[in-house]
């Protein structure tokens, strides 16, 4: 059974495209779980309005306080696969737009490896792409220090096996990306693979929640706050 989740909040725009784009890819009894943080938009009803049983929505109540902002949408993640049913998940954003071969491709590599990421499009807010792939902004990597220093692990770009999953819990309370530390979790106790074929078109646009492939314009304070809190979880759970 596949398990596709999704963080959704106030994605409106993008959410219907995004879902129609995987729903054929599915078996009947696969699933999308979505964890919604309260979206003000029509975000829940334009996910109802599709109307298939393969798609439940989950409330996100976190209580949690976020040190950073990057924490809510992490906890967001969390509360979806904490509803996860499947022996093999995907991690999807709200506003990309997957490839038809995505689920076949990554499948097929999940037999030889337990987490595995793929390259993918870089897109304009309507889907338009250059021929620009991710990796030609950042490369992917592997390796304990190379992503505590920058992550090269892209969570709509992954997925991974029930195990890698459990092995990763308890998550982070604050700093630590829920893309980056199941990578990390995954270089420690799994094997990793990957492959450059484009298999999504990322989507960016003036409300996307991450920067990532961006200009990083954060302070130096900021920095080495949110590497302290990636250097203590890894220490305190013997990950390096």
Known sequence: MISVCIATYNGENYIRQQLMSILPQ????DEIVVSDDHSSDRTNEVISSINDPRIRIITHDATIEAKFTIDRSTYNFANALSHA?????FLCDQDD????EK???????????????????IGDETL??????????????TGMLTN????????????????VYQKALPFPKHGVAHDLWIGLTAERYFKIGYTEQ?????????????????TNQTSLFFKL????????AILSRNIF
């Open 26 to 29: 599915l078996s009947e009894n």
């Open 85 to 89: 049913r499947g022996d093999i998940i």
């Open 97 to 100: 737009y997957w490839l038809p």
């Open 103 to 121: 689920v076949q491709t990554m499948v097929s590599l999940l037999t030889s490896s337990d987490l595995v990421m793929s390259d993918c499009l």
């Open 128 to 141: 338009n792409t250059t021929g620009q792939v991710y990796s030609d902004i950042r490369p992917f990597r």
């Open 148 to 163: 505590f220093l920058k992550s090269h692990y892209l969570g709509c770009c992954m997925a991974f096996k029930r195990e």
């Open 198 to 214: 484009p298999l999504m078109i990322y989507r960016r646009h003036s409300d996307t929640v991450t920067a990532s492939g961006k």
């Open 225 to 232: 706050s949110y590497r302290f809190y990636i250097a203590k």
